[in-house]
């Protein structure tokens, strides 16, 4: 009789960072000079857990748009669609893990019926070695919501820095900049979301 053992599991191989980057992939400016709201840029890296930039890692990134409407069928909120917003991006990290994007500041959109959640940009992680994608936030530091979030507020205190977007000054002048680190795991780790129904 023959036994058969099982195959060991396996990890995203060495094809997911160019395959899932193709030229006509890459969305890493999701606002162009015709999009409505304060333009923004956001740069960081990816750090594994010993503190060493992720180079082939991927984010996607989804957001409202500055009305706080998303560009979705399912949200038929009576707000402005902005045509020359989608609220979508991919972005690629590079050797070092460094990553940055251009955008609008989000409007803040709906938590429940009295409740606002403060603006954020929703990132999905995807990497070699991760068999599940990390869904993650971005918060922004000098946004007044940002304080009563109902999200953030089930976060530990001290773990919500992780999920913050500092303001930083820009060299070019043009876009605000805002600076935050994604961190896999280990020391600083950025919290992560579980997804209902996944």
């Known amino acids: 009789m023959t036994h058969l053992t099982l195959t060991a599991s ?5 094809f997911f960072h160019d395959c899932l980057m193709r030229t006509d992939a890459a969305c890493d400016v999701l606002a162009t000079d015709s999009t409505e709201g304060t333009h923004i840029r956001i740069a960081g890296r990816v750090i594994d857990g ?3 930039g992720v180079p082939d890692a991927v984010l996607e990134v989804w957001q409202a748009n500055r009305h706080g409407r998303y560009n979705h069928p399912s949200d038929e909120r009576d707000l402005p669609l902005d045509p020359a917003f989608t609220g979508y991006g991919r972005i690629a990290t590079q050797s070092d893990g460094q990553f940055c994007f251009t955008t609008i500041k989000p409007g803040a959109v709906p938590f429940d019926r009295r409740r606002l959640q403060a603006p954020h940009i929703s990132v ?3 990497g070699r ?4 994608h990390l869904y993650t936030r971005i918060y922004f530091d000098d946004e007044p919501l940002t304080a009563s979030d109902p999200i953030l507020q089930r976060v530990p205190t001290e773990r919500r820095p992780t999920l913050i977007a500092r ?6 002048g043009r876009d605000l900049v805002y600076k935050l680190d994604i961190v896999l795991q280990g020391a600083g780790e950025t919290v ?3 997804i209902a129904g996944r």
């Open 50 to 52: 010993d503190r060493a």
């Open 167 to 172: 303001r930083a000054s820009d060299q070019a």
């Open 124 to 126: 999905a992680v995807l």
């Open 10 to 14: 396996q990890t995203v191989g060495p």
């Open 129 to 132: 070695g991760l068999l599940n």
């Open 192 to 194: 992560f979301f579980e």
